[in-house]
């Protein structure tokens, strides 16, 4: 056992993130009495098991996933973005991989090398990514399209062709428009595709926080929304942790403590496994 504040302090997670790149897989401690407990034997026997059981359980199904962050252009030299890095929607990819799926990752600007094993549409700007991703879905048939790219919601509405220049200008007056949301009409032209969502949110409770996410996946007709909110300690843009919770139509929960986010990712797939599987 470990002390808590050692278990979560960022270069354990930085560790267990790297082993996990390479295959390495994570029976995680219970925390308890302020320390991280080991894994009972019976509990690391039955990960090994279903480890070993799901391997290939996704062997013929097509995943479609997005990652990184969009950028939209004010001029050829300065965007307007976000701080995702792409490693949540990274490993989804690789976690869909690694149970035998058939895996096209979508990707915007990310902060992280590329995974092996699936093949990659690299895109830039908002409009990029969604004439990808429908382009995709138009030409292959999908079963699961887990859309974990943080999408920017906003562009400008002009695009200045030279960089603007600072030089004699007290300022600068952008008008910003909204992008097109990528899920919105997914389910409307692939009715039978499984639609994964992903929603970043700030400054709300466990409560509001699953009430906006139901009512955004309910709007985009998903099967899933994957919520956090990006203001806790370890959770979300720019990290390598991520607590997650996963609701459904139902408005049923399940919950995804803070860990790695490659240990959130397999969670997730396997969340989608039961679904489409069952």
């Not at 950028?71 to 949540?88: A, H, Q």
């Not at 092996?116 to 048939?141: F, Y």
């Not at 200045?160 to 007056?173: D, N, Q, W």
């Not at 990006?230 to 399940?254: C, I, Q, R, W």
Request: net charge negative; aromatic share 4%; with cysteine.
């Amino acid at each position: 056992a470990m002390h808590e504040p050692m278990y979560r302090h960022p270069l354990v997670a930085r560790n267990i993130a790297t082993l996990q790149g390479i295959g390495v897989r994570f029976v995680m401690p219970h925390i308890e009495e302020g320390k991280a407990k080991i894994a009972s034997n019976e509990e690391i026997l039955e990960g090994v098991c279903t480890l070993l059981a799901r391997r290939g359980r996704l062997k013929g199904r097509r995943f479609l996933v997005t990652a990184g962050r969009t950028v939209e252009y004010l001029d050829p030299v300065r965007v307007v973005t976000n701080n995702s890095t792409g490693k949540m929607g990274i490993a989804v990819a690789e976690a869909a991989a690694d149970q035998g799926a058939e895996v096209t990752l979508v990707c915007g600007k990310i902060s992280v090398p590329h995974p092996a094993g699936v093949r990659i549409i690299d895109t830039d700007t908002a409009d990029d990514m969604r004439r990808a991703v429908d382009a995709e879905l138009d030409a292959a048939s999908y079963d699961v399209l887990v859309a974990a790219a943080a999408v920017g919601d906003w562009k400008p509405e002009k695009r200045a062709h030279e960089k603007i220049s600072t030089h004699g200008s007290e300022g600068l007056e952008v008008r910003l428009v909204p992008t097109t949301k990528i899920i919105d009409a997914v389910k409307s032209t692939h009715p039978g595709l499984f639609l994964v969502a992903f929603r970043a949110l700030a400054g709300l409770g466990r409560d509001e926080l699953i009430a906006n996410a139901h009512d955004r996946l309910l709007k985009a007709g998903a099967d899933l929304i994957a919520v956090n909110e990006v203001t806790g300690k370890g959770v979300g843009f720019e990290s390598d942790t991520n607590e997650l919770y996963l609701v459904d139509p139902s408005k049923d929960v399940e919950h995804i403590e803070l860990t790695t986010k490659r240990a959130a990712a397999d969670r997730l797939v396997d969340a989608i496994a039961r679904r489409i599987l069952s």
